[in-house]
């Protein structure tokens, strides 16, 4: 038996009491949680505990406290003193999903502060940091103290988390990582909730990805996903509202780091793809609510360019020059139509995975990712095509890895069909806080 801070109990007594499907007390998940951030509870107890919960599960009641215990093995930000209400949001991972690149300064223009620590991207979907780090002197690491000049300075931050928020769930993601035990929706609820409630935002708006491209595949289970987070909110204390979108197509028409970050700037200056610019201004929306922000209107504020100032002294506050050219790859390479027809879209997932294998993501953690390497499609679904039609650019430092990524969008990846597709709904569904 270990002892932890208030009551002790052995860890075998725990994961039993788990694999024979009991809920789990408070007091057991206060103790497992801390004896494991301790170190006091084994990786292989925490192993099985992890399995006994994607089998059997955790209610509302559980899922609760174990976010709790995850938030108090770290500390908790408070930026209640920064003059402007406080909103965030977060979204669950997707192929070409710069979104937060041109919503936090959006946000942030129309009157919010928006606290942002992201982390760097693993497997197909990209990550914020990832994209940041492609620009030219950008440095993502902030202390608390930087993190809150800058929200008072210019509205919006955008970094890493720092290491000492909700460290149970750096170990724990880690260890779900390499068991087979990413895939529990409490477990990820209470992942994703611990970091956003540890980082004191005020109101979160959380972008639920469905389809190919996303964690969740069918409507079914992001609707559990996205129930579960607005359940921990509600129990937080946390205005949170969940949108569930469209993740079967890529975001936009350019999926690698420096190649969003040239799109997300095309839409601060009043451009880009309709995508893009709509899900933008969606979810700006929906956290103005939560802030409080009546008398803005995010597409207007998008037009007018007042974002694009809050995004050139966001990137420069930390370092980044915002006018210096990004990095282009040294190898493009092109795909191009093999029939005559009407492009009707990419799978999500090939792309993302394509991008990947070009070098724009990591397969481990401490894999360096390529700035420029990356997708670009060249037509939009419901253009017609002929054979020879270029339809994608495949951009890497590593000519080498093209055939690989050719490979992924072969089949059926870029379909091009005998009639248009049918119009994309972006936004599926909105659970909002009762
Ligand atoms: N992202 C997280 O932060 N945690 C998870 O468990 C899954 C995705």
């Known amino acids: 038996m270990t002892r932890g801070g208030g009551r002790s109990f052995g860890a075998v007594e725990v994961i039993a009491a788990k694999r024979d499907c009991h809920e789990l007390t408070r007091a057991q998940i206060e103790w497992v949680v801390g004896a494991y951030t301790r170190g006091e509870v084994a990786d292989e107890q925490m192993s099985a505990l992890a399995m006994a919960i994607l089998l059997n599960g955790m209610d509302a009641a559980e899922t609760a406290h174990w976010t709790q215990a995850m938030i108090d093995s770290g ?3 408070d930026f209640g003193d920064v003059g402007r209400p406080l909103v ?23 009157g919010a502060a928006v606290p942002q620590l992201s982390g760097r991207g693993l497997g197909h979907t990209g990550g914020t940091l990832d994209k940041l780090e492609s620009i030219p002197g950008w ?34 993601y880690a260890l779900r990582d390499v068991t087979g035990t990413v895939e529990s929706i409490p477990l990820i609820a209470s992942s994703i909730m611990s970091k956003k409630l540890a980082e004191g935002t005020g109101g979160l708006v959380l972008d639920v990805k469905v389809g190919s491209g996303a964690f969740m595949k069918t409507l079914g289970r992001a609707g559990e ?43 601060l200056r009043g451009g880009g793809p309709a995508d893009v610019v709509a899900l933008t201004v969606a979810l700006a929306r929906e ?12 597409a207007a504020v998008l037009a007018s360019g007042a974002a694009h100032d809050v995004w050139e002294r966001m990137i420069a ?30 799978d999500a997932l090939a792309v993302g995975t394509a991008a990947w294998r070009l070098g724009a993501g990591r397969a481990r953690k401490e894999d360096p990712v390529q700035p420029a390497a990356g997708v670009r499609l060249l037509v939009e679904p419901g253009e017609e095509v002929r054979p020879g039609t270029p339809l994608l650019e495949l951009h890497t430092d590593t000519p080498e890895r093209i055939p690989d990524a050719r490979q992924i969008l072969g089949g059926a ?22």
């Open 139 to 172: 440095r993502a690491s902030l202390s608390t103290a930087e993190i809150r000049d800058q929200l008072v300075e210019v509205g919006a931050v955008v970094c890493a988390t720092t290491p000492t928020l909700a460290p149970a769930d750096r170990r724990l």
């Open 75 to 77: 500390e908790v930000l």
């Open 317 to 346: 506050a930390q370092g980044g020059d915002p006018s210096a050219p990004l990095p282009v790859a040294r190898h493009v390479d092109e795909i191009t139509a093999d029939r005559t027809g009407v492009f009707s879209g990419a």
């Open 88 to 110: 965030d949001k977060h979204s669950t991972g997707g192929v070409g999903d710069k979104i937060t690149l041109p919503l936090a300064p959006l946000v942030a223009a129309c």
């Open 287 to 298: 956290m103005l609510v939560l802030a409080g922000i009546t008398d803005a209107d995010p």
């Open 413 to 434: 990846a870029l379909l091009v069909t005998a009639d248009p597709p049918p119009d994309r709904k972006l936004v599926l569904d909105i659970r909002r806080p009762d």
């Open 225 to 267: 996903l996205a129930d579960a987070m607005t359940a921990i909110g509600a129990a937080h204390g946390l205005p949170t509202t969940a949108l569930l979108t469209d993740m079967s197509r890529p975001l936009g028409r350019c999926v690698g780091n420096a190649l969003e970050v040239a799109e997300s700037v095309e839409v």
